[in-house]
């Protein structure tokens, strides 16, 4: 049965923060999935969901991808800033096993 509540799309939820991943979730279910479902796929162990999740990003096309996640003004110029920084001194990037070790708190 089609949901008669009107759709809202993921960009329309505000900036990623903290509570990004169980506001979509909410969406979802309030949306487009039986409560059953969603309930079940919540249950999968984390390796699982983050398969389907990426399986699910994967299915996009860009143009499809862009359309879900505009950027701000403000996020394209950093975007581009730090492209142009990379580009001008490679040697400025860090490999993701340090940026992960530094975000889980490692020295």
Known sequence: MQ????????????PLGPCWLANVARLWQDTYMAPDALNALLRLSSGERAEIAMALWESLDEPQREAEFPLTP??????????????????????????????????
Do not use: C, F
């Not at 949901?3 to 505000?14: D, F, I, M």
């Not at 110029?77 to 889980?104: G, M």
């Open 3 to 14: 949901s008669t509540r009107p759709v809202r799309r993921v960009a329309e939820l505000g």
């Open 74 to 107: 403000e996020q394209a110029a950093e975007l581009d800033r730090r492209l142009s920084e990379h580009l001008t001194d490679p040697s400025s990037a860090i490999p993701w096993v340090e940026v992960r070790r530094k975000l889980s708190g490692g020295a």
